[in-house]
Protein backbone atom coordinates (compact mmCIF):
# COMPACT_ATOMS: atom_id res chain seq x y z
CA UNK A 1 0.00 0.00 0.00
CA UNK A 2 3.33 2.17 0.11
CA UNK A 3 1.84 3.09 -3.18
CA UNK A 4 -1.36 4.93 -1.77
CA UNK A 5 -0.68 7.93 -0.31
CA UNK A 6 -4.21 7.99 1.32
CA UNK A 7 -3.33 4.69 3.02
CA UNK A 8 -1.75 4.70 6.39
CA UNK A 9 -1.51 0.83 6.58
CA UNK A 10 -3.00 -2.21 5.82
CA UNK A 11 -5.87 -3.44 8.66
CA UNK A 12 -6.17 -7.53 10.17
CA UNK A 13 -10.24 -6.79 10.50
CA UNK A 14 -12.33 -6.83 13.63
CA UNK A 15 -10.80 -10.30 14.80
CA UNK A 16 -7.62 -10.71 12.79
CA UNK A 17 -9.30 -12.36 10.51
CA UNK A 18 -8.60 -10.83 6.79
CA UNK A 19 -5.17 -12.19 6.08
CA UNK A 20 -3.40 -14.17 2.89
CA UNK A 21 -1.38 -17.36 4.41
CA UNK A 22 1.86 -17.53 2.18
CA UNK A 23 4.75 -20.22 2.76
CA UNK A 24 6.30 -19.32 6.14
CA UNK A 25 4.40 -15.98 6.68
CA UNK A 26 0.93 -14.02 6.42
CA UNK A 27 0.44 -10.97 4.48
CA UNK A 28 -2.46 -8.65 7.15
CA UNK A 29 -5.41 -6.90 5.85
CA UNK A 30 -5.14 -8.85 2.72
CA UNK A 31 -7.59 -11.79 1.18
CA UNK A 32 -7.06 -13.58 -2.26
CA UNK A 33 -9.71 -16.18 -2.90
CA UNK A 34 -10.36 -17.97 -6.24
CA UNK A 35 -13.06 -15.32 -7.05
CA UNK A 36 -12.14 -11.87 -5.48
CA UNK A 37 -9.70 -9.76 -3.03
CA UNK A 38 -10.66 -8.31 -0.02
CA UNK A 39 -8.38 -5.30 1.05
CA UNK A 40 -9.15 -3.59 4.29
CA UNK A 41 -6.94 -0.84 5.81
CA UNK A 42 -6.60 2.21 7.68
CA UNK A 43 -6.94 5.86 6.04
CA UNK A 44 -5.15 8.99 6.14
CA UNK A 45 -7.84 12.02 7.44
CA UNK A 46 -8.47 13.97 5.78
CA UNK A 47 -8.91 11.70 2.38
CA UNK A 48 -12.75 10.49 1.57
CA UNK A 49 -13.33 6.83 1.87
CA UNK A 50 -14.33 6.88 -2.07
CA UNK A 51 -11.05 8.65 -2.33
CA UNK A 52 -8.92 5.37 -0.28
CA UNK A 53 -10.74 2.97 -2.42
CA UNK A 54 -9.96 4.21 -5.74
CA UNK A 55 -6.56 4.27 -4.74
CA UNK A 56 -6.54 1.02 -3.47
CA UNK A 57 -8.35 -0.63 -6.33
CA UNK A 58 -6.14 1.26 -8.98
CA UNK A 59 -3.27 -0.12 -7.27
CA UNK A 60 -4.46 -3.67 -6.42
CA UNK A 61 -6.20 -4.30 -9.53
CA UNK A 62 -2.96 -4.54 -11.90
CA UNK A 63 -1.57 -7.24 -10.04
CA UNK A 64 -5.10 -9.08 -10.00
CA UNK A 65 -6.64 -7.35 -12.80
CA UNK A 66 -9.03 -10.68 -13.00
CA UNK A 67 -11.27 -10.70 -9.64
CA UNK A 68 -13.00 -7.54 -8.20
CA UNK A 69 -11.54 -5.88 -5.54
CA UNK A 70 -13.01 -4.96 -2.34
CA UNK A 71 -11.74 -2.37 0.05
CA UNK A 72 -12.88 -1.58 3.68
CA UNK A 73 -11.52 1.17 5.30
CA UNK A 74 -11.55 0.00 9.12
CA UNK A 75 -10.15 3.54 10.61
CA UNK A 76 -8.79 6.63 9.72
CA UNK A 77 -5.34 7.57 11.30
CA UNK A 78 -5.41 11.44 12.42
CA UNK A 79 -2.57 13.64 12.51
CA UNK A 80 -1.26 14.91 15.62
CA UNK A 81 -1.75 18.43 15.10
CA UNK A 82 -5.53 17.34 14.40
CA UNK A 83 -6.75 15.29 17.32
CA UNK A 84 -8.17 16.77 20.46
Known amino acids: MRACPAVAGLHGGRYGEVATYLSGHAVVGVRVTD ?50
Not at 59 to 80: C, F, H, K, Q
Open 35 to 84: RDVDVHVVGRYPASIAAIAEQVRTAVGTAVADRPVSVTVEDLAVPESRQP
